[in-house]
């Protein structure tokens, strides 16, 4: 029962990561943001989180362990990409629409609010995979509050880069964080 309850909520949460990575996407390119594109990679990478979940269900703990190790890495690159879209910034240093920015940052937060709820309740139960997908889904709502904020700060005190560019460096920061306690609970999980 709680394992089909859990690959009911991995799959959930897959379908709404997979299908807002899309749209967000796509407004983060239209609109030149680097928070927006570091989220939208982020929702791709829950998106593979969500996917090795429901396929790990069946495996032996030391194989999920393994598995949790690999979504370790999975949360990092997120963060490179985000990496990356902030350094070429810096060659077109121009502020996104913060309108764009906000709203799409309110959807998103929306989404990673529906996938949190949907797997808070199965966080502490599957190992190391099953945590490594609340806390992605858990840092989102978190890094979508900032990019919520950089779009106010955009339209109404600051019109620059640089909220945006913070806002993504931030979730720069959080992705790194995640990885690293995702792999030190599947590396003690291993240990088992």
């Not at 029962?1 to 799959?11: D, I, P, T």
């Not at 990575?21 to 609109?31: G, K, L, Q, S």
């Not at 600051?158 to 964080?177: E, Q, R, T, V």
Request: proline share 3%; hydrophobic share 60%.
């Amino acid at each position: 029962m709680l394992k089909n309850s859990l690959r009911q909520a991995a799959l959930a949460a897959l379908i709404l990561n997979f299908g807002f990575f899309f749209f967000e996407f796509a407004v983060a390119r239209a609109i030149g943001s680097v928070s927006l594109v570091a989220d939208s990679v982020d929702f791709l990478e829950d998106s593979a989180v969500n996917f090795l979940l429901l396929a790990a269900l069946g495996w032996a703990p030391k194989a999920r362990a393994k598995a949790g190790m690999a979504m370790a890495t999975f949360i990092i690159v997120p963060s490179l990409a985000t990496l990356w879209q902030a350094i070429t910034k810096f060659w077109h240093p121009e502020a996104p629409n913060a309108a764009w920015l906000s709203l799409t940052g309110l959807a998103a937060m929306a989404v990673n609010l529906c996938a949190a709820t949907i797997l808070a309740r199965h966080r502490h139960t599957g190992g190391s995979i099953t945590r490594a997908a609340f806390l992605s889904a858990r840092n989102d709502v978190l890094a979508n509050a900032a990019i919520i904020l950089a779009g106010a700060v955009t339209a109404y005190l600051w019109h620059s880069l640089w909220p945006d560019l913070i806002a993504g460096l931030g979730i720069f920061a959080m992705n790194l964080d995640a990885a690293k306690e995702v792999w030190e609970a599947a590396r003690e999980e291993h240990a088992d």
